[in-house]
T-cell receptor
Framework: SQQGEEDPQALSIQEGENATMNCSYK?????LQWYRQNSGRGLVHLIL?????REKHSGRLRVTLDTSKKSSSLLITASRAADTASYFC????????FGKGTRLHILP | DAGVIQSPRHEVTEMGQEVTLRCKPI?????LFWYRQTMMRGLELLIY????????DSGMPEDRFSAKMPNASFSTLKIQPSEPRDSAVYFC???????????FGPGTRLTVL
């Protein structure tokens, strides 16, 4: 089974800047989901984008999906200290498979 | 809604002992997932149930691991005998079939000495 691969593995930016994380995968998908994990906590669902969708927004989050390139990106605009967390993409074909995540650190 | 409930939150045990982790999914959800998370391997799916029936247990590391879901509101993950390499955070998650967004519990941090 396939696994999404996030890029970069770690990212540090200044508060107020935008953060972009990418996810690549290998085969066809039904949908792709992004989750956030704060230190010591369980994962929290952020957004789901279906294979026939190209872009979705939720508050300061923007997700794009390019099925021809088998990739997705998560953009967090106007980052805040509270956005410091690990971000995972999850690929859905016959089951959901999580990537290894991007660790995002927002510097004050 | 209370969310997914896991117990215990922390477990410290000695090698060779039996460990039982418990999960109560969100009421009405028909799928339940057990994951293990470590720094080295990331988040690994161990097993998932649909309507209380195990659908895919290919992620269960070996025969020392077993999982049950006797009813829609309770599941257990058992490790017998436990080994130090089983030390990890174990998460339970539940979802509906549509949409299949997963809701995670707070996890059980297991340390095997």
């Amino acid at each position: 089974s396939q696994q999404g691969e996030e890029d970069p593995q770690a990212l540090s930016i200044q508060e107020g800047e935008n953060a972009t994380m990418n996810c690549s995968y290998k085969t066809s998908i039904n949908n792709l989901q992004w989750y956030r994990q704060n230190s010591g906590r369980g994962l929290v669902h952020l957004i789901l984008i279906r294979s026939n969708e190209r872009e979705k927004h939720s508050g300061r989050l923007r997700v794009t999906l390019d099925t021809s390139k088998k990739s997705s990106s998560l953009l967090i605009t106007a980052s805040r200290a509270a956005d410091t967390a690990s971000y995972f993409c999850a690929i859905r074909d016959d089951k959901i498979i999580f990537g290894k995540g991007t660790r995002l650190h927002i510097l004050p | 809604d209370a969310g997914v409930i896991q117990s215990p939150r922390h477990e410290v045990t000695e090698m060779g002992q039996e460990v039982t982790l418990r999960c109560k999914p969100i009421s009405g959800h028909n799928s339940l997932f057990w994951y293990r998370q470590t720094m080295m391997r990331g988040l690994e799916l161990l097993i998932y149930f649909n309507n209380n029936v195990p659908i895919d247990d290919s992620g269960m590391p070996e025969d020392r691991f077993s999982a049950k879901m006797p009813n829609a509101s309770f599941s257990t993950l058992k490790i017998q005998p436990s080994e130090p390499r089983d030390s990890a955070v174990y998460f339970c998650a539940s979802s509906l079939s549509r949409p299949d967004t997963q809701y995670f519990g707070p996890g059980t941090r297991l340390t095997v000495l």
